[in-house]
């Protein structure tokens, strides 16, 4: 059974640093990976989408790494502001077809401190 | 731009009433899904849907749940019988059909369920 953690749990970091937000998996037969931003009581935010033939996906001031091999993924905040703090999840999708659904980690509460 | 899009926003009820959330899925996407979120813990699927039938199902997706794509454009998930731990945010999400199978997840703003 796929098992998505993330640690840490919370991060709080000062305005403009860059950052490290990890994700592992424990079965390497992933399909994609997708990381969420996750406002308090809000939905989710599709932030990035790796496929699993890819190393990297970057959007703006995200950069977002897949290393299969290994179960793990990260998430690249640079230049940190104070809209950035939010939970963020990541996401996989197994490999067999058929399987649709995502399996979450418990996500990284971050704080960016202004 | 396109977006998922879910009511009612809260939902209260009484415990063994039964509740229909509602969501819009994108308009071109035929994959649609409902997941959960207990306060507090990791979001859990439930369900996928596609061509007008259960893809796929959690252990959470018993008889007391159903889902339905009652027209065109809508996709309801249904409690028959609701109980104090079906409390939760409850979230649609659709996404395309893409050759090569790569399919993207976009979520709604989710329905908050209270059970009393």
């Known amino acids: 059974k796929q098992e998505v953690t993330q640690i840490p749990a919370a991060l709080s970091v000062p305005e403009g640093e860059n950052l490290v937000l990890n994700c592992s998996f424990t079965d390497s037969a992933i399909y994609n990976l997708q990381w969420f931003r996750q406002d308090p009581g809000k939905g989710l935010t599709s932030l990035l989408l790796i496929q699993s033939s890819q190393r990297e996906q970057t959007s703006g001031r995200l950069n977002a790494s897949l290393d299969k091999s290994s179960g793990r993924s990260t998430l690249y905040i640079a230049a940190s502001q104070p809209g950035d703090s939010a939970t963020y999840l990541c996401a996989v999708k197994e490999s067999n077809f058929g399987n649709e659904k995502l399996t979450f980690g418990t996500g990284t509460r971050l704080t960016i401190i202004p | ?116």
């Open chain 2, 1 to 116: 731009e396109p977006e998922v899009t879910q009511t009612p926003s809260h939902q209260v009820t009484q415990m063994g009433q039964e509740v229909i959330l509602r969501c819009v899925p994108i308009s071109n996407h035929l994959y649609f899904y409902w997941y959960r979120q207990i306060l507090g813990q990791k979001v859990e699927f439930l369900v996928s849907f596609y061509n007008n039938e259960i893809s796929e199902k959690s252990e959470i997706f018993d008889d007391q749940f159903s889902v339905e794509r009652p027209d065109g454009s809508n996709f309801t998930l249904k409690i028959r019988s609701t109980k104090l731990e079906d409390s939760a945010m409850y979230f649609c999400a659709s996404s395309e059909s893409v050759l090569g199978g790569i399919r993207e997840q976009f979520f709604g703003p989710g329905t908050r369920l209270t059970v009393l």
